[in-house]
């Protein structure tokens, strides 16, 4: 049996004190909320859509957001664990984190299988996430033009996007 250390989920979990790192372009821009400020935007926007906002809920978004990296569903589960003092199953925090995506207080980054929480709750538009080969790091970047533009793409091709994912891979600027 192998057996993983786990961080403690009261403090920043990863390589950065930054939870991830965010750029806005001028076409869309947004005041990001952090700590307190962003779990009480995401339990805002989740309980405005009708959802309850539980106390397991509320511990799963909680270590999430001290993840400064996409973190996988099992190292969410193993830090929510240690932080309710019980062992919570890994499909309890799929299920929750299936709910946080679909109610966008979260985002899942496909191709490394891992989430992080959305930094602006409140909105809705596609993402781009710019993932770090080497260090997992990843930045957010809004730019609504180059996801509209993509969509038109597809739209012109009789293509209907149900979900868009927009992912780029390389190496971010402290690695490159």
Same mark, same amino acid.
């Given at each position: 049996m192998v057996t993983r250390q786990v961080p403690d989920p009261r403090v920043a979990i990863g390589r950065k004190s930054d939870h991830i790192a965010r750029v806005s372009t001028a076409a869309h821009q947004h005041r990001l909320p952090a700590g307190d400020a962003? /779990?009480?935007?995401? =339990?805002?926007? #989740?309980e405005r859509a009708g959802d309850q906002w539980t106390n397991l809920r509320a511990t799963v978004f909680d270590v999430l957001m001290r993840f400064d990296?996409?973190?996988? /569903?099992?190292? %969410? +589960?193993?830090?929510?664990? =240690?932080?309710?003092?019980?062992?919570? +199953?890994? !499909? +309890?925090?799929?299920? %929750?984190?299936?709910? #946080?995506? &679909? &109610? !966008? %207080?979260?985002?899942?980054?496909?191709?490394?299988?891992?989430? %992080?929480? !959305?930094?602006?709750? &409140?909105c809705r538009h596609d993402c781009i996430f710019l993932v770090c080969d080497r260090c997992g790091n990843t930045s957010h970047v809004d730019d609504d033009r180059i996801a509209t533009d993509i969509r038109a793409a597809a739209d012109k091709t009789g293509f209907k996007t149900l979900r868009a994912v927009l992912e780029m891979r390389g190496l971010c600027g402290e690695c490159a």
């Open positions: 962003l /779990a009480t935007a995401a =339990q805002s926007v #989740f990296r996409p973190a996988s /569903a099992y190292e %969410i +589960t193993e830090a929510v664990s =240690q932080a309710v003092g019980r062992r919570v +199953t890994a !499909n +309890t925090v799929y299920r %929750i984190l299936d709910l #946080f995506v &679909g &109610g !966008n %207080i979260a985002a899942r980054v496909e191709s490394s299988n891992a989430y %992080i929480v !959305n930094a602006h709750p &409140g």
